[in-house]
């Protein structure tokens, strides 16, 4: 064990120590599945990094991906000719962002679209979720997103076509007070939320001081009162 793998645990510590700190249910962590969810990344860790067949995996996933970003390098180049080459290779006229990158980025993003399609992410995601709510004993939004991305998980589960897990996101959504979250929620499952549901969110988000949010929840309090 070198003075890095001491510093990169130590910076673990101190991450969960902040955490902790800055949580407003401190009481209600729980450590078992902290520790389970520590336990993993070790495991992972040890396998990738130390065993030889953790590392062919690694090396077979390091070439796909390269092999396919070279696919799309290929088509970059067929559209741009040499604005497309990356400066020290022969043609090449420079540096240029907009060309030599950007295009990599948008078939990244057509690559996903496809696979939405296909509906191969979505079983990646159930997949996902399954093993996680069994080893960690979370809820789906939970194992694939934290707080800060609960908008990506409402997202996910709605391309996914999986309603408990919006319900799940709709919970924690819920739970942070956040009335725009929960908007997208209501969209993604077609139906009308519950005057209850916009009220708890109003309360939740005033306790908080998310004043935008309350007033938000409240102005869709008004709406239901009004088309009642």
């Known amino acids: ?54 590392r062919r995996l690694l090396w077979l996933i390091n070439e796909g991906v390269v092999a396919l970003i070279g696919y799309s390098q290929a088509g970059i180049e067929f559209l741009f000719g040499p604005l497309a080459q990356a400066p020290g290779r022969p043609g090449s006229i420079g540096f ?11 078939f990244f993003m057509a690559l996903m679209a ?34 800060d991305y609960l908008s990506d998980a409402a997202d996910f589960f709605r391309k996914a076509g999986h309603e408990p897990g919006l319900r799940s996101v709709l919970e924690r959504a819920l739970d942070e007070g956040d009335s725009f979250l929960v908007g997208k929620i209501e969209k993604a ?16 988000a005033a306790a908080l001081g998310k004043d935008g949010f309350a007033a938000q929840a409240a102005g869709r309090v008004a709406e239901i009162e009004t088309d009642e």
């Open 1 to 54: 064990m070198t003075i890095y793998n001491l510093v990169s645990a130590g910076g673990l510590v101190v991450l969960l120590a902040l955490c902790w700190a800055l949580s407003h249910h401190r009481r209600a962590v729980n450590w078992k599945t902290v520790l389970i969810g520590l336990g993993l990344m070790v495991i992972l860790a040890l396998f990738v990094f130390v065993s030889p067949p953790g």
């Open 189 to 204: 499952l077609g139906a009308p939320l519950a005057q209850e549901v916009w009220q708890r969110v109003a309360d939740r």
């Open 114 to 147: 496809v696979l939405y399609y296909v509906r191969l992410m979505p079983l990646v995601i159930r997949g996902f979720a399954w093993v996680f709510r069994r080893l960690l004993g979370t809820s789906g939004a939970e194992s694939l997103a934290a707080a």
């Open 96 to 106: 240029i962002l907009a060309v030599q990158y950007l295009p990599t980025i948008v």
